[in-house]
């Protein structure tokens, strides 16, 4: 290797040369700090959305368990730079945070009770988050405009103001909202992970077809779905009740009896006429129970993996999909293969 290249090659390395320009037009950086990955994922995709619109570069947040996990560990960053500007979080902060977003000028924004103050770091997950980034915090801006509002927003705060816009949580509505659905197309999984994913498909199933279940029945749910009732939308109801639905949610929706998983599921299995299963649960799988009734024929297999993402992938390639029409984990997997064409069912629904 000629000299100057192994020199140059060393720089970039090491971060002498840095391999992002500023972007003068701004960038926005927030936490994902709501829950788990269903509602982390629903944020991302309108906070994607919001920087878009507001036309400054999208400073790509960790997911939260309970460290930050990078963005690109989970997922790609190239298909998203289809859709708009990006940059990994470790790399702003490695490479243009010191010199344009300085330790002693680092503002935060939130939102603040009327004439009150709102705070960026109080409490896990958020003053883990920023920690582990090494952000302090300056000063707070309570926010004077509506994320919704994204003109009125680009003229409250324009970039030669204020050039990076760091907001104590997703600039996003939950459940996500209709018109950000199509960009689940832009989130595909890291190499690693789906290298992960394929792994599992082929040594459970052969990588012979397979319907994916997933069952949300633990106590906290149970406790959750209570809330339910009388409710025209709950979470991520709009999956499958649609975004304008102005009926109440069908009592068995939420929390589906286990005479209604055993129905949809051999409905489901028949129709299909696949001979593998896959269940994706919080706390009881059922197994014995739909053995009974899908018989000694149909090969049923619950993973249990280290991620729970892992159990994502492995829905969203199922033949068909039977899920929790208020499960944001749920929505996870239907917002892929409503992408991809694919076929999903709701239990209490279908």
């Keep these: ?33 709501m829950g788990r990955f269903g509602n982390q994922a629903d944020h991302f995709l309108g906070g994607l959305s919001f920087t878009k619109a507001v036309n400054r570069t999208l400073v790509l947040p960790a997911f939260r368990t309970y460290i ?31 010199e344009h ?42 926010l004077q405009a509506y994320y919704a509002d994204t003109q009125n927003f680009m003229d409250v705060y324009p970039p030669e103001k204020y050039p990076v816009l760091a907001l ?11 018109k950000d659905v199509p960009l689940q197309k832009y989130l595909q999984w890291s190499d690693k992970i789906q290298d992960e994913i394929d792994h599992h498909i082929h040594k459970l199933f052969n990588n012979d077809l397979y319907v994916g279940i997933h069952l949300r029945n633990g ?18 109801s709009p999956q499958c009740l649609g975004y304008k639905n102005y009926e109440k949610l069908p009592a068995n929706l939420c929390y589906p009896s286990t005479t209604e998983v055993l129905r949809l599921t051999k ?16 706390q009881r ?19 249990d993996p280290h991620l729970p993402i892992i159990d994502i992938g492995i829905l969203q390639k199922s033949e068909h999909f039977i899920g929790n029409c208020v499960s944001s984990f749920t929505a996870s997997v239907t917002r892929d293969r409503l992408v991809k064409e694919k076929p999903t069912s709701f239990w209490g629904y279908s």
């Design 101 to 142: 977003w300085p330790v002693g000028k680092r503002t935060g924004f939130c939102y603040a009770p009327r004439g009150g103050t709102c705070e960026m770091k109080n409490g896990n997950p958020f003053t883990n988050f920023w920690d582990e980034y090494g952000v302090d915090f300056d000063e707070i801006h309570p």
């Design 168 to 178: 104590r949580g997703a600039p996003a509505v939950f459940p996500v909202a209709e």
């Design 68 to 98: 930050n996990v990078p963005f690109d560990e989970w997922f790609k960053v190239e298909p998203l730079e289809e859709y708009h500007r990006v940059i990994l979080a470790e790399d702003f902060m490695a490479e243009l945070a010191s």
């Design 285 to 303: 799988n059922l197994m014995n129970e739909l053995r009974g009734v899908l018989g000694p024929e149909i090969n049923i297999v619950h993973l």
């Design 219 to 236: 106590a906290d749910w149970k406790r959750a779905c209570e809330h339910a009732k009388d409710q025209i939308r709950y979470m991520a």
């Design 267 to 282: 409905k489901v299995v028949e129709e299909t006429k696949v001979k593998h299963l896959f269940i994706a649960t919080d």
């Design 1 to 33: 290797m000629a000299l100057w290249v192994w020199i140059v090659t060393l720089l970039f390395v090491t971060g002498i040369i840095a391999t992002h320009h500023w972007d003068e037009n701004g960038y926005v950086l927030f936490c994902l700090c």
